[in-house]
């Protein structure tokens, strides 16, 4: 086991550890089950702007935990109906973007998380719960414990709100977008900027200091360097289509190589 039975955020033996993602944006079960056995210990499922339905967010969960991870899913808003059905199909982690403001962050617990803290919808029967196998207050509670509910801050307005999102109780933490941050912050895309390396970490000090996880989905370079260095203890660091490009492109230069002396 790579983890704490009941914390994602803590080894087997109770110690504070960061937690490694990777996004599979083809919606493929294997690519995530492969993650996973080559220890990940998460895999984003893309449902905001990927090809992912919550059937086969359902199946890519299955197979992460088969694997020995757990599933990551960021719906595309914070509507009850998609934080629900996320954590209804047995995801560990689910990250709502575009989080602005507190409101929105109380309504993610309040239909995220059974009570006393939130409001979230009856179902015995679910694979979010363990199909009912075991008493219902138990499968709730352990429910409860097993979730990360992450408001992923995209906007100048999430970085000005951000104390008053991270106070809300039953909030996991925090998630930097850094694209549309940066966007936001008018840097045009620009992911090595000063400015939006500064305030992301600024986010994730903040937030640490709050008691709250801080993650943040973005490649090996200075801004992921900088954001372990503040403190931050979720990264989603690569994806498959990400990933694939360079290599493809590298092997399709080199087969017109071959083609060209031949």
């Known amino acids: 086991m790579r983890h704490h039975p009941e914390d994602l955020f803590r080894t087997p033996d109770g110690a504070p550890r960061v937690v490694a993602g990777v996004a599979v944006y083809s919606a493929a079960p294997r690519l995530a089950e492969l993650a996973a056995r080559i220890g990940f210990d998460t895999v984003w499922i893309e449902i905001e702007h990927g090809p992912s339905g919550f059937e086969e967010a359902e199946h890519i969960c299955m197979a992460l935990e088969a694997a020995g991870a757990v599933g990551a899913i960021r719906v595309p808003d914070a509507q009850r109906c ?19 403001d507190a409101e929105t962050a109380r309504r993610i617990v309040e ?5 006393p803290l939130g409001k979230r ?4 029967r679910s694979r979010g719960v363990g199909y009912g196998l075991t008493p219902v207050s ?15 801050i995209e906007t100048v307005e999430g970085v000005a709100d951000l104390d008053a999102i991270c106070a809300v109780e039953g909030l996991s933490g925090i998630l930097i977008g850094p ?17 939006l390396i500064e305030t992301a ?7 640490r200091a709050a008691g709250r996880h801080a993650g943040i989905l973005v490649g090996p370079g200075p801004l992921l360097d900088a954001a372990l260095a503040a403190g931050c203890d ?6 498959d ?3 694939l490009i360079e290599p493809w492109q590298n092997l399709l230069a080199d087969l017109r190589r071959r083609e060209s002396r031949s």
Not at 234 to 239: E, K, P, T
Request: net charge positive; aromatic share 6%.
């Open 234 to 239: 979720l990264v989603f660091a690569g994806g």
């Open 201 to 207: 970490c600024d986010c994730i000090r903040r937030a």
């Open 138 to 152: 138990e499968a709730f509670a352990a429910a409860n414990r097993r979730t990360h509910l992450i408001a992923q």
């Open 82 to 100: 998609h934080i629900l059905r996320a954590l209804e199909t047995g995801a560990s982690i689910v990250i709502v973007p575009m989080v602005d």
């Open 111 to 115: 239909f995220g998380r059974f009570p």
């Open 179 to 195: 694209g549309d941050l940066s966007m936001s912050l008018g840097c045009g895309g620009d992911l090595a900027s000063r400015r």
């Open 121 to 124: 919808g009856f179902n015995a």
């Open 241 to 243: 289509v990400t990933n």
